[in-house]
């Protein structure tokens, strides 16, 4: 099993930064990739970002592209994700994920196996 925690969200006015973070617990041995996902409301989730634990590799959505930035601290087991040139359409509860059968930096929820509690991410304009 492997808990994950999100923390780091709340209100910014448009133009501003957050930065996420996924701290995991439990058979983090066991961990290929950690994803951030999105929903808004009346939206499909999204991955937004995602991370290999073996190479390093990144995924970035082409929506967040440039300017956001996924990496990982790897002492502590945790994921952040920094979040510049924050809009409005970046409103949406931000999730992390983990996945223990996926080698690589899946895309899909399907890939994932595990998923934190959510964090409220609000963009005022």
């Known amino acids: 099993q492997v808990q994950l925690v999100e923390s780091g969200g709340g209100l910014v006015q448009a133009g501003g930064s957050l930065r996420l973070s996924c701290a995991a617990s439990?058979?983090?041995?066991?961990?290929?990739?950690t994803g951030w996902f999105r929903q808004a409301p009346g939206k499909e989730r999204e991955c937004v970002s995602s991370?290999?634990?073996?190479?390093?590799?990144?995924y970035y959505a082409d929506s967040v592209k440039g300017r956001f930035t996924i990496s990982r601290d790897s002492a502590n087991n945790t994921v952040y994700l920094q979040m510049n040139s924050l809009t409005p359409e970046d409103t949406a509860i931000y999730y992390c994920?983990?996945?223990?059968?996926?080698?690589?930096?899946?895309?899909?929820?399907?890939?994932?196996?595990?998923w934190g509690q959510g964090t409220q991410v609000t963009v005022s304009s």
């Open positions: 994920a983990a996945s223990v059968r996926v080698i690589g930096v899946p895309k899909q929820g399907r890939s994932y196996d595990y």
């Open positions: 439990g058979r983090t041995f066991s961990i290929y990739a």
């Open positions: 991370i290999s634990w073996r190479s390093g590799n990144t």
